[in-house]
């Protein structure tokens, strides 16, 4: 009998896709796991899809997405990181973050070849190397005090010939950690001496909170890296603007890369959907005040989190300073899912666990505080009497 293919067998589960898909056959539940706001799209995104429609845009675009869009993404670099890229050569529009990521993936990795994956980390992007019949080398972040930082030297001991990728993100999902400078140069610097793609998923750049304004974007690796630089940068519409189902992101790169990332798209989804598009040019355009709300009322759910997580004995929660979630890590948890099943069937909290996101995540779980406080702060009141209790 004719079998599946080795890559796609070899691809684990999502193990955060697995609680959640227990938690949506129960009643009650509040729902910490998935990475997204239980906020809708705001209504001015959702007017421009609308009136896209009404204008036809509902035909095909280009493979790499609309020149307008391409267009507003560059201008967004420009304004917020001081960057310039060329729309035309250097932006392919995306039909989501993990399209980005997967087709960048794509571009760089042979069967056999090998990515260095720095974790704990989403875990799509282990996954999509897997699926190009590539290995994964997980390089965990070590937790030094109460910051987690970049471990250079388990780096330089895990490159071999066939390394060809170097994949992190900043901010971290599910850390919070944020990439330093002197960490970015030093990210920078490994792949160019070893002759590697650097690959950087910055989707979550402007959930920050240690600018000096509210709202400053975490820096980009584009502002150290020059345009003939083996680095890509991943994005998407899904976090900053509430747009997780619209399906829309985009991949910055190397022209040689962002050419042939083009013509992939055509034979992977052809191109984002066109109305879509144009909802997420009124997203850049129109956003930023509402995104700075957000992002106020984000900070207070981090600190309300790590409020309600303080001075619990065996508790370590390291202080994120981008993204939306937390982190905690307990002493002694060995089984992180059955962990957060129990929690799930005995208190109706849904959290995901830290064996997800790879090497470095088991002991460990993730609350995402995107939801509104009514949902936060009692899943978090009865999070804390768990522990309590000697979960």
């Known amino acids: 009998m004719p079998r599946l293919a080795s890559s796609v067998e070899n691809v684990p589960r999502s193990r955060i896709r697995e609680l959640g898909e227990i938690a ?13 706001s239980n906020l809708p799209t705001p209504d001015y995104i959702k007017q421009a899809a609308v009136r896209a429609l ?145 690959l950087a998923d910055e989707v979550y750049d402007r959930l920050y909170y240690a600018g000096a304004r509210l709202g400053d974007p975490v820096p980009s690796i584009l502002r150290k890296a020059t345009r003939d630089d083996a680095v890509m940068v991943v994005h998407s519409f899904s976090k900053s603007y509430c747009m ?68 619990i004995g065996g508790v370590t929660v390291p202080k994120p300073d981008g993204a939306f979630y937390v982190f905690p890590r307990i002493d002694g948890l060995q089984d992180s899912f059955a962990f957060c099943k129990r929690l799930l069937e005995e208190t109706r909290v849904g959290l995901a666990p830290g064996v997800a996101f790879g090497a470095g995540g088991e002991g460990s779980i993730r609350i995402c505080y995107a939801a509104e406080q009514s949902i936060l702060e009692p899943a978090l009141e009865r999070l804390v009497k768990f522990l309590r209790a000697g979960a």
Request: hydrophobic share 45%; proline share 5%.
């Open 244 to 311: 997780t189902g619209w399906r829309l992101g985009w991949l910055v790169a190397r022209r040689d890369l962002a050419a042939k990332a083009t013509e992939l798209n055509e034979f992977i989804i052809s191109h984002a959907p066109s109305f879509a598009q144009k909802a997420g040019e009124t997203a850049l355009a129109e956003g930023e005040a509402e995104l700075v709300r957000m992002l106020g009322r984000l900070r207070e759910n981090r600190d309300l989190c790590l409020a309600a997580l303080a001075g």
């Open 24 to 36: 949506m056959g129960m009643d009650g539940v509040l729902r910490l796991y998935f990475g997204e």
């Open 54 to 198: 009404e204008a036809g845009y509902t035909f095909y675009t280009e493979n790499a997405g609309l020149p307008s869009l391409r267009r507003a993404i560059a201008e967004n670099y420009r304004r917020l990181q001081a960057v310039e890229l060329d729309p035309a050569g250097e932006i392919v529009v995306t039909a989501s973050g993990v399209q980005a990521l997967n087709v960048a993936i794509r571009c760089v990795l042979d069967p056999g070849d090998e990515a260095l994956v720095l974790t704990p980390a989403w875990p799509n992007g282990s996954s999509s190397v897997m699926m190009a019949n590539a290995r994964v080398r997980q390089i965990p972040h070590p937790l030094c005090g109460a910051c987690y930082r970049t471990d250079f030297d388990a780096l330089e001991a895990a490159v071999t010939p066939r390394t060809r990728l170097l994949l992190y993100t900043s901010p971290s999902n599910p850390l919070g950690w944020v990439a330093t400078d002197e960490e970015q140069q030093g990210l920078l610097d490994f792949s160019r001496r070893h002759g590697l793609w650097l």
